[in-house]
């Protein structure tokens, strides 16, 4: 397969560039922090996240470079601030690269990114160099992402934008559209995007999810359960920030329902732990995590 130095549109090639979700810039403020920390916190390696943010906000975050006061005095204002929301979501990135290495070792070969928003993995995992790059994503995150990203050259063999919303718009048809191919083992991430659902559009992704899986193909999530982390009276203020910024949580699911969910359409879980436990397999700081449990990393694959 030929490989693209620019990813392009499956379609709806003339959107007008338009703001990027801000929880997508949210957390890839926080993978940018992470990485421009200096050790033990700069756990993170993502050399993307800083130019994928607004310019202004992508400076800010060089303030912590080599400055190793400042940053601890950055790293413990925002675990604070977050309840460590701040550490969980850089951590379950390095936990899903980790599982998503494990997926292409095993033979995925195509990823699709479910509510990409600014992931950079396109562009910094040498893995990806057999495997067609799908990132899904509303229109306007995705015009904003491909104008920073311009010029970039991706890892992938193929790297393909795909803009729907997951509530309105059939996720097979514009898969296919943009020239997935159901019959090769596939690896879907969606992280940090359940919980911005409403149930009808978790259930009709899951189903597309496991009618475009061929056998072997793996799913992995992360969710919240309902009475855990962001839904809690003392993080309040996110949840309430989080509607204020027009990107309000729907979306806490039990895992006795997720499970459900995906089984009745042939998914399987084969983990499903808390991002800490799941992080400190490859971060030793997420042992130093004592606030709550937010998010669980979910893998479930197809039989
Ligand atoms: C918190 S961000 C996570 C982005 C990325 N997965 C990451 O971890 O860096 C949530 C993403 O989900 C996307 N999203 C939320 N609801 C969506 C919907 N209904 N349709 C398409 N994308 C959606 C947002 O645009 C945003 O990019």
Same mark, same amino acid.
Request: hydrophobic residues 45%; charged residues 20%.
């Given at each position: ?28 403020? $926080? ?18 996240? =800083? ?69 950079? !993995? ?27 990203? =311009? ?5 992938? =063999? ?73 839904? !809690? ?10 509607? $204020?910024?027009? %990107?309000?949580?729907?979306? %806490? ?6 499970? =459900?969910? $995906? ?41």
């Amino acid at each position: 397969m030929a490989s693209s130095q620019r990813p392009s549109y499956g379609l709806h090639t003339t959107m007008r560039p338009l703001s990027p979700s801000m929880t997508a810039i949210g957390v890839a403020a $926080l993978r940018a922090l992470y990485t421009r920390m200096p050790a033990p916190l700069g756990f993170v390696r993502d050399p993307f996240a =800083a130019r994928l943010l607004p310019r202004p906000l992508g400076a800010l975050t060089a303030a912590v470079r080599g400055r190793p006061a400042v940053a601890s005095v950055v790293h413990h204002a925002l675990r604070l601030a977050t309840r460590e929301l701040s550490l969980s979501s850089p951590l379950r990135t390095l936990a899903i690269d980790d599982s998503l290495r494990d997926s292409i070792a095993a033979g995925a070969r195509q990823l699709v990114v479910l509510g990409s928003g600014l992931d950079a !993995r396109g562009w910094r995992c040498a893995e990806l160099s057999t495997v067609s790059v799908f990132e899904v994503d509303r229109a306007r995150t995705l015009a904003y992402k491909r104008r920073r990203m =311009a010029g970039m050259h991706s890892l992938a =063999a193929r790297h393909v934008y795909v803009p729907m919303d997951f509530a309105r718009d059939d996720l097979a048809r514009v898969l296919k559209d943009a020239g997935f191919q159901p019959e090769i083992p596939t690896v879907w991430l969606w992280e940090g995007v359940i919980i911005y659902l409403h149930r009808d559009a978790i259930a009709s992704t899951i189903r597309s999810v496991a009618e475009l899986s061929a056998s072997g193909s793996r799913l992995i999530a992360t969710y919240t359960c309902p009475g855990l982390g962001i839904a !809690r009276g003392p993080t309040l203020h996110l949840r309430l920030g989080a509607r $204020l910024i027009g %990107e309000a949580v729907h979306g %806490e699911i039990s895992t006795r329902a997720l499970h =459900a969910l $995906l089984e009745s359409h042939g998914l399987v879980a084969d983990h499903d732990d808390p991002v800490n436990a799941w992080a400190s397999r490859v971060a030793p700081l997420a042992d130093r995590m004592s606030g709550p449990q937010w998010e669980r990393v979910l893998v479930a694959s197809k039989r």
